[in-house]
């Protein structure tokens, strides 16, 4: 069974452009989940989609946005990029009720200049 | 709200020493409670989990134990590799499924 699999894994853009990264889950899975990882503030909490809708959200400004596909395959997208959004981006899928067991993705790392 | 707390690091032992990685946790409800770890350059695995009071989890030789009167999920493992280095992550997941983590324990083993 193939794993989370996000891409691309690494990234660099410049001050003020937009990305976006994909997040293909397990076969199956219908919660998506988003994670900021720094070595400042760790793992943090984006947004969590389910079946296409957007079920949790964290505290981040507008600028990180996400959408959910029929497939179940995400999309983030971070806009007006700042120097403090370079970071681990990481995707979590999971089966809904399953205890929340996550299964994460290698990330993608995003540097921005 | 939700949160996990977890002892800072970074913790150093020396191979086949005993492990002890602390996490306390408030929430609401029964959560789930698990413990994640990060090899350098990946992204998380988990570990461990434990889905209700008294429940022990355990994998390669790590345990917790979900403790509701102390609220607490400490990681132990009796004697430490090398390999064992890593970054170890406490996680709760509560009723609206969303998973909070600590902020990390970064763990160094010396041979």
């Known amino acids: 069974k193939a794993g989370v699999t996000q891409t691309p894994r690494y990234l660099i853009k410049t001050r003020g452009q937009q990305v976006t990264l994909s997040c293909s889950p397990i076969s199956g899975h219908r919660s998506v989940s988003w994670y900021q990882q720094t070595p400042g503030q760790g793992l943090q909490f984006l947004f969590e989609y389910f079946s296409e809708t957007q079920r949790n959200k964290g505290n981040f400004p507008g600028r990180f946005s996400g959408r959910q596909f029929s497939n179940s395959r995400s999309e983030m997208n971070v806009s007006t990029l700042e120097l403090g959004d370079s970071a681990l981006y990481l995707c979590?899928?999971?089966?809904?009720?399953?205890?929340?067991?996550?299964?994460f993705g290698q990330g993608t790392r995003l540097t921005v200049v | 709200g939700d949160s996990v707390t977890q002892m800072e690091g970074p913790v150093t032992l020396s191979e086949e020493a005993f492990l002890t990685i602390n996490c306390t946790y408030t929430a609401t409800g029964y959560p789930s409670l698990f413990w994640y770890v990060q090899y350098p350059g990946e992204g998380l695995q988990l570990l461990l989990k434990a889905t209700k009071a008294d429940d022990k989890g355990s994998n390669k030789g790590f345990e917790a134990t979900y403790r509701k009167e102390t609220t607490s999920f400490h990681l132990e493992k009796g004697s430490v590799q090398v390999s064992d280095s890593a970054v170890y992550f406490c996680a709760l997941s509560g009723r609206d499924d969303k998973i909070i983590f600590g902020k990390g324990t970064r763990l160094h083993i010396l041979p």
């Open positions: 979590a899928s999971s089966l809904v009720g399953a205890d929340g067991e996550a299964f």
